[in-house]
């Protein structure tokens, strides 16, 4: 069975850190395409930073360019989303999800629901001083 189960959120003051956390089961993450994507409330899901299978090329929205990093990890079949430097407009549900790399990172990452099938749980960052 397909799961991936986020970690990682809070709460955290402007400026600070958060590592988000995907782990894996029933499936590989260095064969799947992964990404993190997230929802604030009544806004679309978008996505944030996505890493593609085999050689892992990566994408970043321009608004997290320089302050996120997407990083897997294949022995503890984990990815993470390394958040630095975060600010309010960061406050939302962030979820990860996998795929198959049918095409470039960066379009599949536009597009969450039409190439990502399998989605975790979410969880919450709140960035509030």
């Known amino acids: ?34 990404g993190w994507f997230r929802q604030a409330p009544g806004k679309e899901r978008e996505g944030v930073s996505c890493i593609s299978s085999g050689d892992g090329s990566t994408y970043y929205a ?17 990815v993470y989303l390394q958040m630095n430097s975060l600010k309010p407009e960061d406050t939302a549900v962030y979820y990860c999800a996998a795929g198959a790399s049918i095409t470039a990172v960066q379009v599949m990452c536009k597009s969450p629901r039409a190439f990502y099938h399998y989605w975790g749980q979410g969880t919450q960052v709140t960035v509030s001083s």
């Open 1 to 34: 069975q397909l799961q991936l189960v986020e970690s990682g959120g809070g709460l955290v003051q402007p400026g600070g850190s958060l590592r988000l956390s995907c782990a894996a089961s029933g499936f590989t993450v260095v064969n799947s395409a992964i």
């Open 62 to 78: 321009d608004s997290v360019k320089g302050r996120f990093t997407i990083s897997r990890d294949n022995a503890k079949n984990t």
